[in-house]
C-alpha cells in the first residue's frame, strides 16, 4: 500500500491522540458490555458474584524517561472466567536489532505506539473464547492494524459454517466491505495463514479478520475502518455470548474446552509474534501472558 | 573435549547396539519402580486403581525406509497424574538445514540417535515432578548427553537447600564425580543455565545436571558415566516419592502446584531445544508434547 504523505509534526500528535483516545473509548464499552453480560448470567448456572474489572496501571522502564505504559483491566468472573481488555501506549527508541526489522524504523529508531488488545476466556464450554487487538503505530512511517478472531473450544462449533461464527466473519465483513471490497477477502485469508498451529496443521479458531501495516495514503479512511473493526466486535460478540450463555454443560463439554484451551497457550507461547516481542523485549509480562487460559488441559 | 579415535563400523555398530539396550533396560526398571510405587500408594490419599503404562509403538517417516522409531510408555495413575517414559532409536539423514548446525553432520549428513527420556507430573503438590534423559548420537562423531532436574512445585521446596534437591543433587554428584571430579560442577551449572525462564529471571526447578557432546575420546568410560546418571535417578528419584508421597495436600498447595505447572508449559513451548527441534521437523507430536502437565493454571 502507498505510503501516507509525511504529516506535520502537529498532525502526527494529533493522529495519535486521536487514536489513543479512540482505542480507551472502545476500551471502556467493551467492560461495559462485558460486566452487563456477567449481570445477566444465569445464578444457576453461574453461582457467585457478578465480576467486575479491575484496572492495573503500569509503566514501560524504570521510571526515568516517559517511556509511556498502559493499564491492564481484569475480570475474574463467573461468565467471564478470565477476559483481559488492556491499553497501552508506548514510545521511545527501539534496540538497533529490532529497529531493524521494523518498518520505516531502520534509519531512525523511535516509534510510537498506541491500541487496545482483548482475550476473552469463558466458563461455559459452549461460550467461544474471542480475541481482539487493533494499534495505530509510527515510525518514520505510520499504520494501523489488528483483527478479530473466534476460538470455540467445541468440535461442533469449530467450523466456518457454525452460526456463530457465520455471525462473526459478517459484521468482519460488513466493516471491511464499508471501506474496500478487497478487504474482508484479504483479511480473512491473512487472519488463517496467521492462527495456523504448524505443527498440528491445525486453525487456532474458526478465524475472522487480521490485517497489519494499514496505509492506505488516506489517513482518516484508515483510521476509520479501525474504529469500524472495533464496532463490528462490540456488536457481534456480546451478541454471541448472549446466544449460548444458557446453554449448560457437562464435565466432557469442559474437557474439550480445557484441551482445546491447552492448544490456545501452545499458539501463544510458541507462535505469536506480540508474545514472543514482548517477552524477548522484557515488556510487562503480567500483561503479556494475561492471554494465557486459566485453566487448560494436556491429558 | 578430544574426538574419539574414529571406530571400525563393526565396533561402532556394536556402541549403538549396547546403548539402545542399555536405555531401555532402564526404561523398563524405572517403569517397574514407578509402577511399584503405584501400588503402595495410599488409598485414602489416592483412591482408585494403581496405574499401569501402556506402551505405544511408533515408526518415523512413512513407512517406506526405515527411519526408526520409538516407544511411548504413558502412565495415567493415582499417585503418577502424567508419566512419560519414552524410548526412541531413530536413523537416516538430517535435512541440509538442520545438518549445518548439528557437531559432524556438517559434510555428511546421516545420523544415529537412540536414547530414553521422562518426565513425571505427580498428583500430590508435595511431591516434586521430575525430567531425566539420557541419549548417544552418532554423526561422523558420537557423543552422549543427557541430564536429571527436579521440579518441585510447592515454594517452600524451590530451594536447592531444601531436602529433597539435596538428596538429588547429592545422587547426581556421586554419579560424576565417580567419573571426572570436575563434572558435577560443570554438569550442575550447565543445567541452571538451561533451565531458565528468562522471560522470568527465574529457574525451572532446583536443578541436577545437563551434559551434551560428552565425548572424552574413550567410549567405554562416557558410557559408563551416562549409565550412572541414569542409576542416580533410579536410586534418588523413588526415594524422593515415597518421602513426600504420604503428605496430605490441600487446595491451595494444589493452586500452587497447578500454576507452578504454567511454567514449566512456557519453558517447554519457549525454550527447550528438544521440543522446538520435534516440531520444526514434524516429529511425533504426542511424543514430543507428552512432557506436558496434565493440567495447568494461568490464574
Redesign the interface.
Given at each position: 500500500m502507498s505510503a501516507t504523505a509525511k504529516p506535520s509534526a502537529d498532525a502526527l500528535a494529533d493522529r495519535r491522540a486521536r487514536a489513543k483516545a479512540w482505542f480507551e473509548d472502545l476500551r471502556d464499552r467493551i467492560c461495559l458490555a462485558f460486566e452487563a453480560l456477567e449481570d445477566a448470567a444465569d445464578p444457576a448456572l453461574y453461582p457467585g458474584e457478578a465480576g467486575r474489572f479491575e484496572r492495573t496501571p503500569w509503566t514501560r522502564g524504570d521510571g526515568g524517561e516517559d517511556l509511556g505504559g498502559g493499564v491492564m483491566g481484569m475480570m475474574?468472573g463467573r461468565l467471564f472466567e478470565?477476559v483481559g481488555v488492556h491499553v497501552s501506549t508506548v514510545f521511545g527508541a527501539f534496540s538497533p536489532e529490532f529497529a531493524a526489522r521494523v518498518r520505516g524504523a531502520e534509519t531512525d529508531p523511535r516509534f510510537y505506539a498506541t491500541g487496545v488488545s482483548l482475550i476473552a476466556h469463558m466458563r461455559n464450554p459452549h461460550v467461544p473464547a474471542v480475541h481482539m487487538n487493533t494499534r495505530f503505530i509510527t515510525t518514520t512511517q505510520s499504520w494501523f492494524g489488528g483483527g478479530m478472531d473466534l476460538n470455540p473450544t467445541q468440535d461442533y462449533q469449530r467450523d466456518k459454517s457454525f452460526e456463530d461464527s457465520v455471525l462473526f466473519h459478517q459484521a468482519a465483513k460488513a466493516a471491511c466491505d464499508a471501506h474496500d471490497p478487497a478487504y474482508y477477502s484479504r483479511f480473512t485469508d491473512w487472519c488463517d495463514e496467521y492462527f495456523w498451529l504448524?505443527?498440528?496443521q491445525e486453525l487456532r479458531g474458526t478465524g475472522g479478520i487480521f490485517y497489519d501495516h494499514l496505509d492506505t495514503g488516506d489517513h482518516d479512511a484508515d483510521f476509520a475502518f479501525t474504529r469500524d473493526v472495533g464496532e463490528a466486535f462490540v456488536k457481534a460478540y456480546p451478541q454471541i455470548v448472549r446466544t449460548r450463555m444458557d446453554t449448560p454443560w457437562s464435565d466432557d463439554d469442559r474437557e474439550e474446552q480445557?484441551v482445546r484451551r491447552?492448544r490456545y497457550?501452545?499458539f501463544n507461547?510458541?507462535y505469536d509474534r506480540g508474545t514472543k516481542f514482548g517477552?524477548?523485549t522484557?515488556g510487562n509480562?503480567n500483561s503479556i501472558?494475561s492471554s494465557?487460559?486459566?485453566?487448560?488441559?494436556?491429558?
Open positions: 475474574h478470565k504448524k505443527h498440528r480445557l491447552g497457550a501452545e507461547l510458541l517477552l524477548e522484557g509480562i501472558l494465557m487460559p486459566p485453566h487448560a488441559r494436556w491429558p
